[in-house]
């Protein structure tokens, strides 16, 4: 199978290692993970993009030194399930059939704690000018990303300010405070509601 690469280093009697690896426009429907794991401790880029994959990447987990993941123009969905892999620093993952945003964030959040740049555009999840989002719904999914991933630098093709990591800190923790009051009052009128039963309960055995 035919792939590009660049930043060979071999040694003789030693198979050849590259830092970047690309199986893009490939027709793949598996990961090519024969090849791919043979560059376990220098592999840094790795581009899967414009192909039909839709299996979980678990194995991609052994790749040491990956710092970028390209994923771009596949069949993946909310629900893909990544590996540990704190080396990563850049997932693109667009054009893509996510359409559940609390659930992706919270994936990627969860596998890649020191990504810096997340792209995830022509997404569902993801609304913007270009797949018929209003401004509003960008602004909303943007803040809801940056207040789940703090540390993110780039979001799609735009930096992240400050000003904006500021009102995604202050939008999402009003929301987060209205919600931990919601769930006490149910709590409340659920212990209520018990023990207004277990006062029923007795008077119908006194009697």
Not at 49 to 69: D, V, Y
Request: hydrophobic share 30%.
């Amino acid at each position: 199978m035919d792939h590009q690469s660049s930043g060979q280093h071999s040694q003789t009697g030693q198979a050849p290692s590259f830092q970047w690896l690309s199986f893009a426009y490939q027709g793949l429907t598996e990961i090519p993970y024969e090849t791919i794991l043979t560059q376990t401790e220098s592999l840094e880029v790795l581009d899967l993009s414009n192909n039909s994959l839709e299996e979980n990447p678990a194995l991609l987990g052994r790749l040491e030194k990956l710092s970028t993941l390209i994923l771009d123009c596949n069949n993946y969905t909310s629900h893909i399930k990544f590996p540990y892999m704190p080396s990563v620093t850049t997932v693109c993952i667009n054009k893509n059939k996510i359409n559940n945003l609390p659930v992706f964030v919270e994936e990627i959040k969860r596998k890649f704690p020191n990504i810096k740049i997340l792209s995830m555009m022509n997404n569902e999840a993801a609304p913007s000018y270009f797949n018929g989002g209003s401004l509003t719904q960008y602004k909303d999914y943007r803040q809801y990303v940056i207040s789940q991933i703090p540390g993110l630098e780039i979001l799609d093709d735009t930096e992240v300010l400050e000003k904006e990591r500021a009102q995604a800190r202050k939008t999402y923790r009003l929301q987060q405070s209205r919600q931990r009051q919601r769930q006490r009052r149910r709590k409340e009128d659920s212990s209520k509601k018990q023990t207004h039963t277990q006062k029923k309960s007795s008077a119908i055995i006194d009697q």
